[in-house]
């Protein structure tokens, strides 16, 4: 009897990891891939990724290029293909510049002329896996570009919306620039921040938002959301949501270095 009720209890735990729903992502961040160089960071990223198990896609969290033109993009691109896994972008304050004829319009174009199967038309959008939403949030300037992040009234109203959208989802947010500093580096932070926290507290929903471009790794809880940054290659993070169906999933977040 007690090895039947064990071998039946057994059963039950596997039975309830099968049905969880895990999920699995990877950020990388501020690659500056520069046509020129030798990009060894990316390069090793690249490998170490593709060695990975259960990785449903990768993120690439802003400045993904060091100066912002169609020849730095698309040299970019061919390199990043080279994961084994789809590929989402997120741009940053390095990648646009209209004045350089590289204007956020032109850079999206360009994402869905060289990736296949890439639907994304704006830089802010939406996406779905396992039942976790994932919202990249713009805080880019295209005109006259800085390094202070600066999510403007429309994209904050945005924002509110795609989370009234999904009250009963878990969300992850991908940008580029922190709210909440991960160092202290006043040149970096983000314009008005409060604006977008303000946005956050309406909701309950948002379990972690991830960046980059401090250059920094750091981890932070603020009201429950966790803040995640990344340094830039050859760093990057492997992002577990475990048990993507619970209201509070488990999210671990491993930083790893290429070599």
């Known amino acids: 009897?007690?090895?039947?009720?064990?071998?039946?209890?057994?059963?039950?735990?596997?039975?309830?990891?099968?049905?969880?729903?895990?999920?699995?992502?990877?950020?990388i961040s501020d690659v500056r891939f520069l046509s020129s160089a030798e990009n060894d960071g990316l390069k090793k990223v690249i490998n170490d990724v593709n060695k990975q198990k259960r990785v449903e896609f990768a993120v690439f969290t802003g400045d993904?290029?060091?100066?912002?033109?169609q020849e730095e993009l698309e040299a970019?691109?061919?390199?990043?293909?080279?994961?084994?896994?789809?590929?989402?972008?997120?741009?940053g304050d390095r990648d646009v510049n209209k004045?350089?004829?590289?204007?956020?319009?032109?850079?999206?174009?360009?994402?869905?002329?060289?990736?296949?199967?890439?639907?994304?038309?704006?830089?802010?959008?939406?996406f779905e896996k396992n039942g976790v939403i994932f919202i990249v949030a713009d805080g880019a300037k295209d005109v006259i570009p800085g390094t202070n992040g600066y999510y403007k009234e429309d994209v904050l109203a945005w924002l509110d919306t795609e989370l009234a959208k999904y009250p009963e989802n878990n969300v992850i947010i991908l940008q580029h620039f922190p709210i909440i500093p991960p160092a202290e580096k006043e040149s970096y932070y983000t314009f008005k921040p409060e604006n977008y926290l303000k946005v956050l507290a309406g909701h309950k929903n948002v379990k972690a938002i991830i960046s980059g471009h401090f250059g920094v790794n750091n981890q932070k809880n603020f009201n429950g959301v966790e803040h995640i940054s990344t340094a830039g290659v050859p760093y990057y993070?492997?992002?577990?949501?475990?048990?993507?169906?619970?209201?509070?999933?488990?999210?671990?977040?491993?930083?790893k270095k290429a070599e």
């Open 237 to 255: 993070r492997i992002i577990d949501v475990m048990d993507s169906e619970t209201t509070n999933p488990t999210i671990w977040a491993q930083l």
């Open 76 to 91: 970019f691109l061919k390199e990043a293909k080279k994961l084994n896994c789809p590929f989402y972008i997120v741009i």
């Open 64 to 69: 993904n290029i060091e100066k912002p033109s």
């Open 99 to 126: 004045l350089k004829s590289m204007s956020k319009v032109e850079y999206t174009k360009i994402l869905r002329k060289q990736i296949k199967k890439y639907k994304p038309e704006k830089p802010n959008y939406t």
């Open 1 to 27: 009897m007690k090895k039947f009720l064990g071998l039946f209890l057994t059963s039950l735990v596997l039975m309830a990891s099968a049905q969880a729903k895990d999920l699995r992502f990877v950020q």
